[in-house]
């Protein structure tokens, strides 16, 4: 709570909050970091982006698959909503892997390995994005 009337001692306050604010996020755990919030019915969770290994679309009617490393979360969604963040790469139309989690892109197969051995399919398009972004590096 910050008072207001007199203004250096504002000041002071809000340099003291912001302070405050600094040393507790220099100071964070890991898991502290980024989450992926996702609704399930009436349930709301806050899923650490590294504990995600990818989601996957599952027929026709907006239903995602969110696998992790000990659990699968089922809910509605689309895949277009977690695309925007970045922290995904989209590899086949039906499949949106954690960038951190990818060990490595079987291009032959035409499959993406994450670091818990899982596959997911790579798409013909993204194959010849991967390959020409490889070959401009």
Same mark, same amino acid.
């Given at each position: 709570?910050?008072?207001?009337?007199?203004?250096?001692?504002?000041?002071?306050?809000? !340099?003291?909050? $912001? =302070?405050?604010?600094?040393?507790?996020?220099?100071?964070?755990?890991? @898991?502290?970091?980024?989450? #992926?919030?996702?609704?399930?019915?009436?349930?709301?969770?806050?899923?650490?982006?590294?504990?995600?290994?990818?989601?996957?679309?599952?027929?026709?009617?907006?239903?995602?698959?969110?696998?992790?490393? !000990?659990?699968? $979360? =089922?809910?509605?969604?689309?895949?277009?909503?977690?695309?925007?963040? @970045?922290?995904?790469?989209? #590899?086949?139309?039906?499949?949106?892997?954690?960038?951190?989690?990818?060990?490595?892109?079987?291009?032959?197969?035409?499959?993406?390995?994450?670091?818990?051995?899982?596959?997911?399919?790579?798409?013909? !398009?993204?194959?010849?994005?991967?390959?020409?972004?490889?070959?401009?590096?």
């Amino acid at each position: 709570y910050i008072v207001k009337s007199d203004y250096q001692s504002m000041s002071i306050r809000v !340099r003291s909050c $912001l =302070e405050s604010i600094r040393e507790r996020l220099s100071c964070a755990p890991p @898991g502290q970091g980024r989450y #992926c919030t996702v609704k399930i019915l009436d349930t709301v969770r806050h899923i650490p982006l590294e504990e995600i290994l990818f989601l996957e679309a599952i027929g026709h009617r907006h239903t995602l698959q969110l696998h992790m490393d !000990r659990e699968v $979360l =089922e809910f509605n969604s689309s895949l277009d909503h977690f695309e925007k963040d @970045g922290a995904f790469w989209r #590899c086949h139309r039906s499949f949106l892997v954690n960038r951190t989690r990818i060990r490595a892109v079987h291009l032959k197969e035409q499959t993406v390995e994450l670091d818990n051995h899982a596959i997911c399919l790579l798409s013909r !398009r993204e194959k010849a994005n991967y390959t020409a972004s490889m070959a401009r590096q």
